[in-house]
């Protein structure tokens, strides 16, 4: 029974201490641009707010401009953001067998309309943007990496979100360090960073409702997140969603229509200083464990493994995999989602699946993207998930 209660989180987040829930200064943005080597980094509620925020001032700075093209695998939470401030959304479907946008789709998307291009560094490991930023040139769009998941992660030393226009990363619960909700927004142009701190300082308002119920629930955050406690969080939660059909819930990918904005407070700001601290030492752990991983899944007949592209350094809050056909992934599923072994989906659909968006996402099909969605699978990277535990998931997909 209490093995049953264990529950190993899907990513790997960066875990609180006690001694971080007591006020300590504010040098989150700040301690984190050291240690990434960015310019000044925006702290904002979101990565998605972030993300608001950016598009917000671009759209001033090309208003002739109102398209923003992003990939057709990737979180919910982007579509809802390009439809909450009035855009219109274009799909770019995937290459196959991988969630990088198409080269050849994303050149027939692109014209004198386009506002952004989002290419998204999925699962922490660096997307190649040879394309989005030569097509962003010639057509004269901005772009702005989806860095959500990759907080960390490098090229040739550099941290993402430096080679486009802006990048954005989240700080949500689950995506490595965590305030609960909050999000990054950095850009490498000065004046567009000066652009982006007056559209926050125009439009973001404090908010002493939502601060307190995120403060209650980082509070919460750390009490649970340790597998005891997940068991009960989450655990409960997902077999609850199964049972019940709906994957989308399970993998909390059903997000509501409204993007909340607003003002993070001083307790999370030092709550999230003092945790950055270990950032470093945890995302080398986390890298070193993930390398050691991914030779005993190559192994496995018919299934891909995403590694880093030579030059790149993830961040790698989980392992993703991709089985050889979708009967095998839901059957891998069927046996390792409740299991408590921290395997998961990254997304339940790509973006035109989700019947709750219907309203807010075009309709045409992605093949290739829904191919992905479909084989898709993800093992955490949790220093939760031991050997032992790591094993039990490989017995199983070598099974199928
Ligand atoms: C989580 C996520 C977001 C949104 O970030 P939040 O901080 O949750 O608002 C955007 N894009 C991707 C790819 C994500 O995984």
């Given at each position: 029974m209490l093995r049953r209660l264990r529950e190993i989180p899907p990513t790997a987040g960066l875990p609180l201490e006690a001694a971080d829930l007591?006020?300590?200064?504010?040098?989150?943005a700040a301690g984190l641009a050291a240690q990434l080597g960015t310019p000044q980094l925006q702290l904002e509620c979101s990565g998605t707010a972030a993300l608001l925020l950016a598009l917000m001032t671009l759209r001033a700075r090309a208003p002739g401009r109102?398209?923003?093209v992003a990939p057709a695998y990737t979180c919910p939470l982007v579509a809802i953001a390009v439809h909450c401030l009035g855009l219109r959304l274009r799909l770019c479907d995937t290459r196959p067998g991988h969630w990088d946008m198409d080269a050849h789709h994303l050149a027939q998307l692109c014209d004198q309309r386009t506002l952004a291009i989002l290419p998204t560094h999925l699962?922490?490991?660096?997307a190649d943007l040879g394309a989005p930023l030569a097509l962003a040139r010639d057509c004269g769009a901005f772009v702005v990496e989806?860095?959500?998941q990759a907080l960390g992660a490098r090229e040739d030393g550099r941290s993402v979100?430096?080679?486009?226009?802006?990048g954005f990363f989240s700080l949500a619960a689950g995506k490595g360090l965590s305030i609960y909700e909050g999000g990054l927004l950095v850009t490498r142009d000065a004046a567009l960073r000066e652009a982006f701190l007056a559209t926050s300082a125009s439009e973001v308002p404090t908010h002493p409702g939502w601060e307190w119920r995120r403060s209650l629930e980082l509070l919460a955050l750390a009490a649970l997140y340790r597998p005891r406690g997940l068991g009960l969080a989450y655990g409960m939660a997902l077999r609850r969603a199964l049972r019940r059909g709906d994957p989308v819930a399970a993998v909390g990918d059903d997000f509501p229509a409204r993007i909340p904005v607003h003002r993070v407070g001083r307790w999370r700001r030092g709550v999230g200083s003092r945790a950055a601290l270990r950032l470093p030492a945890f995302l080398a752990a986390n890298r070193q464990r993930a390398l050691a991983r991914l030779p005993r899944l190559r192994e496995l007949p018919g299934v891909t493994?995403?590694?880093e592209r030579p030059g790149t350094t993830a961040s790698w809050p989980f392992l993703l995999l991709l089985m050889p056909d979708a009967r095998?992934?839901?059957a891998a599923l069927a046996r390792l989602w409740t299991a408590g072994l921290g395997v998961s989906r990254l997304f339940a659909h790509a973006l035109p699946g989700y019947a709750y968006l219907a309203d807010r996402v075009p309709r045409t099909p992605m093949p290739q993207?829904?191919?992905f969605a479909a084989r898709a699978l993800t093992i955490s990277n949790s220093a939760w998930l031991d050997d032992a535990a790591f094993e039990r998931i490989i017995a199983v997909l070598a099974r199928l």
């Open positions: 007591l006020p300590h200064p504010d040098q989150l109102d398209v923003v699962a922490g490991l660096v989806d860095a959500a979100g430096l080679s486009g226009d802006a493994v995403f590694g095998r992934a839901d993207a829904a191919d």
